[in-house]
C-alpha cells in the first residue's frame, strides 16, 4: 500500500499555493521539499527530528490554514497554531519526529495548504535495552541517582532481541569513573528472537561530584550518569590557639575529626559574631579566604582537616569589636564560641611631630566598646618631667561616637590631636596620651617629639 | 615654663582640635589592582580597589607610585592620583625620599631610570649592570642605588646622576633576594634562617621565618608586604620585624 501510494505521488507535480514553498532545513541550509523526503533512520525507541520551514515568497500575506502529518511513527514535535499569517518574505518553522516502536520502513503524509510530500523512515533490527522495565534511548542518559560517598547504587540492564531474526551481539563495553559492569560476557552471542542477556551494573564513587559513563552495546552508545555527594562532616572538635584571645589578635583554629575520616572529607567552617552591642565589624574574619568561611578537607584516614594552602591550621582575625564569635562546622554544627571582653583602648602606634604652630599627636588603635569619652594628655620637658599640675584633659566622647556611628570598620580609629604653641615648643620633647572607655584606660607609650 | 604650660592648655581645649579617620595601612597589590589596606597591626580590612591594570606598586604611607603597562601613576596619602607620567612597558622598580615622597622608578626591560622632584620628571636612560635588579632606593643623602641579584647573592650598585650611569658595585653579604630598601638606608632580605635587617653602623637583625617570600614589597609607612608561595600575604612592620601578621586574602 504504502510503495503504491508513494509511487503516485511521486508522478504529480506538487501543487501548492502560488506564494508558499515549503523547505527542509539543514543547519543554515534549506532545500525546497520535493514528493518525497527521506528524514533517515532511528533506532526503536530513539527518536530523529527534521526542521520545515514554510516561506512566503509573494508579495503579500499568506495564510497556513492546513498542516496535517499522517503516518505511524511520525509526530509534530512543534506545531504552530492554526492559521498562522506568514507576512511577504517570512516563514513559519516547525518539526516533525520520528520515533519508531519497531524496525521497518516507515511513511508519512506531511500536508501544508495544497502542499503535499511523503516523508520516508526506517529503523533497522536493533536489539532493546531496558532497565527496570524502560527502554534506553541513544538521547537520554540512564540515571543511577545521588549516592553518598562509600555507597553503591546497582542497575540491571536486559539486552533483548524483539525482532523476528537472529541477532548477534557482538560488544558490550562499559567505561566511566565509577561505573563497573559485574557481568562478565562471552562475545560474539546470537540472540535468538525473544532472548535476553541480563547484564549487572554498579555505581560506585570514589570522590564526590558528578560522573558521566557510557554503555556501549554493538554500535549503540549509552550515556549513564550518576553524583556522588560527600557525607556529613564527621562528629569533630574545633580548637583555637591560643585558647584565650581578644580582640586585635590572629589566633589560629584547626579542626580535628573523633576519628580518622572513611572517605575524603570536604566542609565548610563559617564564623558569625554577635556583638555586645548592635554593631557589625568586617575586620572579623578569616584571614586567608578574607571572608567569615572558610573550605576545608581531611584525607581519607586522616583525623586533621587542611585548609587552604595546605596548612592545619588558620588564622582568625578577632576584630575590633567586643562580643561572641562563634564558629561552626557546616553540615555536623560542631561549634565553638570565642568570647571577646570589653578592653580599654588598644593604642597600636603613637606618634609626635612638631609643626610650625605647635605639636601634633597622631594615634591609631581601637576601641572595642566604642565609648571613648576622655583623652588625658600629659607632656613632658627635656629632662623627663610632667609639665604642669597634671594631663590636659579633653572631653572626646561626643566627637567619637559620632565617628563611630558612621564607621564601617568596627572599633579602628586613627586619632590627630593638634596644640597651638607659642612659647619655646623645643622645651616639650614628648608626651603620653591616656584613654578612657567603658572598660578602664589605657595610656600610650611615650611619644617623642 | 609656665607660659609654655598655659598655652598647651589652651590650644587642647580648641573645639576641633582632634580629628578622627580610619586607620589608613597604606595600598596592596593584589593580581593587577591596587586595593587600600585599612587597619592596625592583627586586625586588617581590604578596601574597595581602585586602581587596575597595575604591573607595580609602592607606598610610602606619603605617596604612592604605580606602573601601568604603559605609565607611571603619582598618588598622594590618600590614594589620590596626582600626576601620570608616559612610561616605557614592563614592571618598574620603586624609590621614595627619605621624606616619602615620590623619589625615583626603575624599568629593568628599558634599561631607564626616572627622578622625580616634585613636578619634574627628569629621564635618563643607563645600562643596568650585571644581575637582575630587586630593589630601588634612594639614601638620605640623595644617591639612587639599586640592588642586584647576582649569581644568588645581593650587590649594591650607586647611580651617578653626573655620569648618567651606575658605578660602584658592592657586595652585600649575608643576604638575598627579595629584599628591599629601609628608611635611613637599611636593607630588609632574606637568608637561609629568614629575615635579615641591615643597617649601617648597626648589627645585623636576623628573624627566624616558616617560608621565603617571594616578593617583598613596600606597602605603606612602616608596613611591608611578604608574598608566600602558597599565596598568603603577609605584613610585617619595618620597626618590629619579628611580629608577622597575615593579611587578608580572598577576592579583591
Known sequence: MTTRLLALLACLPLIGAAQLRVFVVDGEAERELAAQFDMGRADAGDSIETRFRVRNSGGSAETVRILTLGGAGFSFSNR??????????????????????????????????????????SSPPVLTVTSEGVALTTSSPLDFGKVELGS???????????????????????????????????????????????????????????????????????RLKG??????????????????????????????????????????????????????DPTILFVRSGSKSIGFTVAQGETRATFSGGETETALQTGTTAGTITLRIVSNSDTLSIAIPATPV???????????????????????????????????????????????????????????????????????????????????????VELVNSAGSTRSQRIQF | MRKTFLLLTLGAC????????????????????????????????????????????????????????????????????????????????????????????????????????????????????????????????????????????????????VNGQFEISEFVPGIQAPAVFLPGDGILGMSGEGLVVLFPEKARQQIPLHFHPSAIERIGSGWLLLQADSGARYGIRHDQPEHLYELPGGPQ
Open chain 2, 14 to 161: 580648641v573645639a576641633g582640635a582632634q580629628s578622627l579617620d580610619f586607620p589608613m595601612l597604606g595600598y596592596i597589590l593584589a593580581a593587577d589592582r591596587v586595593a587600600p589596606l585599612f587597619g592596625v597591626a592583627g586586625a586588617f580590612s581590604i578596601g574597595e580597589p581602585q586602581y587596575n591594570d597595575v604591573l607595580s606598586a609602592a607606598f610610602s604611607g606619603r605617596a604612592g607610585l604605580l606602573k601601568t603597562s604603559g605609565e607611571v601613576l603619582v598618588l598622594d596619602s590618600k590614594g589620590r592620583m596626582t600626576a601620570s607620567v608616559v612610561a616605557p612597558a614592563g614592571p618598574a622598580l620603586f624609590a621614595f625620599s627619605a621624606q616619602g615622597f615620590a623619589g625615583g622608578a626603575l624599568f629593568p626591560a628599558a634599561g631607564e631610570i626616572y627622578l622625580f622632584r616634585g613636578e619634574k620628571v627628569t629621564r635618563i636612560a643607563t645600562e643596568l649592570p650585571a644581575g637582575e635588579p630587586v630593589a630601588l632606593g634612594i639614601s638620605g643623602s640623595g644617591t639612587i642605588t639599586v640592588l642586584l641579584n647576582r649569581d644568588g647573592g645581593l650587590w649594591k650598585s650607586r647611580f651617578s646622576i
Open chain 1, 80 to 121: 504552530p497554531s492554526i492559521p498562522y499569517i506568514i507576512a511577504p518574505g517570512f516563514f513559519m518553522d516547525f518539526r516533525v519526529k520520528f520515533q519508531p516502536s519497531g524496525s521497518g520502513s516507515y511513511s508519512a503524509s506531511l500536508t501544508v495548504n495544497s502542499i503535499t510530500g511523503i516523508l520516508r523512515a
Open chain 1, 152 to 222: 553503591t547504587t546497582a542497575r540491571r540492564i536486559a539486552i533483548t532481541n524483539n525482532t523476528p531474526g537472529t541477532i548477534t551481539l557482538s560488544t558490550v563495553a562499559l567505561s566511566g569513573e565509577g561505573f563497573e559492569l559485574k557481568t562478565a560476557l562471552t562475545l560474539p552471542r546470537a540472540l535468538q528472537p525473544r532472548t535476553t542477556v541480563t547484564l549487572e551494573t554498579v555505581f560506585t564513587p570514589k570522590v564526590a561530584g558528578s560522573f558521566e559513563g557510557k554503555l556501549l552495546v554493538n554500535d549503540r552508545l549509552f
Open chain 1, 346 to 432: 588598644v593604642v597600636d602606634m603613637a606618634r609626635g611631630t612638631r609643626t610650625s604652630s605647635g605639636l601634633d599627636i597622631e594615634l591609631t588603635g581601637f576601641d572595642n566598646t566604642r565609648s571613648v569619652s576622655q583623652l588625658r594628655f600629659q607632656f613632658f620637658d627635656r629632662n623627663g618631667r610632667a609639665i604642669g599640675s597634671g594631663p590636659v584633659s579633653v572631653d572626646a566622647g561626643a566627637n567619637f561616637r559620632s565617628f563611630f556611628e558612621a564607621s564601617a570598620l568596627g572599633g579602628l580609629f586613627s586619632l590627630r590631636a593638634s596644640f597651638p604653641v607659642s612659647g619655646d615648643a623645643s622645651q616639650i620633647a614628648g608626651a603620653e
Open chain 1, 227 to 280: 553524583a556522588a555527594a560527600s557525607p556529613p562532616v564527621p562528629r569533630a572538635t574545633i580548637s583555637i590557639s591560643p585558647a584565650v584571645t581578644s580582640s586585635g589578635k590572629q589566633p589560629k583554629v584547626s579542626i580535628e575529626l573523633a576519628s580518622p575520616a572513611a572517605f575524603p572529607v570536604t566542609g565548610v567552617l563559617t564564623l558569625a559574631f554577635q556583638a555586645n552591642g548592635s554593631h557589625s
